[in-house]
Every structure is written in C-alpha cells, then in structure tokens.
C-alpha cells in the first residue's frame, strides 16, 4: 500500500500559510488612511473655502461656482441713489430766464393823442440784478378803488411778438389804446389803479391812474394792447 498521508498534510499546512499572509496584508492596508475613497459629502464640499487653499480660516474666498459672502442676498434690490427732485426743480428756476413780477416795475407813460384815439405807453422794467426776458403781451385791467374791475379785458392787437432781452434797468413797453370818450360816446369811469401782470405771470403789478376816464361800455368802448418791444415808448 502507498502511503499518502505527508503529502496531503504538506498541503494543507501551505493551504493555511498563504491564508495567514492574506489576512496579514488586508489588516496593513487599513493602516494608512491614504487609499480611502474621497468623501464627496455637502459638508466636505462646503469647506473648499480658505481653509482648503492655504489657511484663510475666515472663509471670505469663496470655492469656484457659489456666490461671494460679500455679496448680496439674492433677490435683493439694487441699491439706487434718490432722486432730487426738489434740486432739480430748483435747477430748473435759476436757468428760466423769464422776468418775474417780483423783477419788475410797471408804470405809465404820458398820453399819445392820435386821430380820436388816446395811447399810452405801459412800461415795464427791469429792476433786479440779473438779465431777464420778456415774451409777447402783458395782461392790464383797471380797477376801482375796492379792487372791482372796470370793463372787460383789453384785447391784443395782431402781431408777432418777439423775446424782449432786459439787462438790470432796460424796459420793455406796450401800447394801450382806446378811442376818445368824448369822440366815441362810450360810457366811462375813472379808475383809481391800472393793474399789469407781465407775459407768463399770475402776479400783477399796481401802477396809479391819473390819465381820467376810460371806456367801460357802450360804442367804442374797446381797449387794447400790443406786443412789447424794446424802450419805453414811441
């Protein structure tokens, strides 16, 4: 009989070496740290800020891709700086070269007598220090002495107005005309004020009457005015 026996415990004990080395080589493997799998958990991601580029503990550098601490929330408006309106209105007043009624002086000249008709020059002037201008017709009534107006509304002689330029003391005048009252027959009253009210102004200016009577009704009884022009008179 052959005997087998040594050979098939030779194997076996081989058999449990390699087994013994095996587990030997996992065990070292663990050992190390340095082969695990990259851990790609949000919080591991979050901290590639300064802490991951070379010690900036305070985070302020942002990893490419997420928005800068520094900046806005998002869906926060934009900051816009106020409008100034009340300085632009402002603006707007000192660049109108308009004359104001406070920049005026209004006052009238001596009678024109002229076929029939009687004509005065209404004189408007410039009393401030700054050059302004004037456009067009100025606005007249005549007034009692309570204030109640005397006839309706001078109307505007046809013409085509220009921009009068008033440099401090130059005037500006407009003819004021009616037909003589002992010519025409129109009903009369003597006011006590001539009320003026330059081009483009709310506010009138008072100038006293002394020229007599005027037309309030009747035939003829119309009053009238015509654009300014430079001077203070014909």
Same mark, same amino acid.
Request: include cysteine.
């Given at each position: 009989?052959?005997?087998? +026996?040594?050979?098939?415990?030779?194997?076996?004990?081989? %058999?449990?070496?390699?087994?013994?080395?095996?587990?030997?080589?996992?065990?070292?493997?663990?050992?190390?740290?340095? %082969?695990?799998?990259?851990?790609?958990?949000?919080t591991t991601a979050g901290t590639a800020t300064g802490t991951?580029?070379?010690?900036?503990?305070?985070?302020?550098?942002?990893? &490419?891709?997420?928005?800068?601490?520094?900046?806005?929330? @998002?869906?926060?408006? &934009?900051?816009?700086?106020?409008?100034?309106?009340?300085? @632009?209105?402002?603006?707007?007043?000192?660049?109108?070269?308009?004359?104001?009624?406070?920049?005026?002086?209004?006052?009238?000249?001596?009678?024109?007598?002229?076929?029939?008709?009687?004509?005065?020059?209404?004189?408007?002037?410039?009393?401030?220090?700054?050059?302004?201008?004037?456009?067009? +017709?100025?606005?007249?009534?005549?007034?009692?002495? @309570?204030?109640?107006?005397?006839?309706?509304? &001078?109307?505007?002689? &046809?013409?085509?107005?220009?921009?009068?330029?008033?440099?401090?003391?130059? @005037?500006?005048?407009?003819?004021?005309?009616?037909?003589?009252?002992?010519?025409?027959?129109?009903?009369?009253?003597?006011?006590?004020?001539?009320?003026?009210?330059?081009?483009?102004?709310?506010?009138?200016?008072?100038?006293?009457?002394?020229?007599?009577?005027?037309?309030?009704?009747?035939?003829e009884s119309e009053v009238s005015l015509t654009a300014l022009t430079p001077?203070?008179?014909?």
């Amino acid at each position: 009989m052959v005997n087998t +026996y040594r050979p098939v415990r030779g194997t076996a004990l081989l %058999a449990g070496a390699v087994a013994l080395l095996g587990a030997l080589t996992a065990c070292g493997g663990d050992s190390g740290g340095t %082969a695990t799998a990259p851990d790609r958990s949000p919080t591991t991601a979050g901290t590639a800020t300064g802490t991951a580029t070379g010690g900036n503990t305070a985070g302020t550098t942002a990893a &490419p891709g997420t928005d800068s601490p520094s900046a806005p929330a @998002s869906g926060a408006a &934009p900051s816009t700086a106020p409008t100034d309106t009340a300085g @632009s209105a402002s603006a707007s007043a000192r660049t109108d070269g308009r004359c104001r009624t406070t920049e005026l002086r209004a006052s009238v000249g001596r009678v024109d007598p002229g076929a029939g008709q009687r004509n005065f020059p209404v004189v408007l002037t410039n009393t401030s220090s700054r050059t302004c201008t004037l456009y067009g +017709y100025p606005g007249a009534a005549f007034v009692d002495a @309570s204030g109640k107006q005397l006839g309706p509304d &001078p109307v505007r002689d &046809p013409a085509s107005p220009r921009t009068v330029t008033l440099t401090p003391g130059k @005037s500006a005048w407009s003819a004021l005309s009616f037909a003589s009252p002992d010519i025409s027959g129109a009903r009369t009253a003597a006011p006590a004020t001539l009320l003026v009210t330059p081009p483009d102004e709310r506010d009138a200016l008072e100038v006293t009457w002394k020229a007599g009577e005027v037309p309030v009704g009747g035939n003829e009884s119309e009053v009238s005015l015509t654009a300014l022009t430079p001077g203070t008179g014909p």
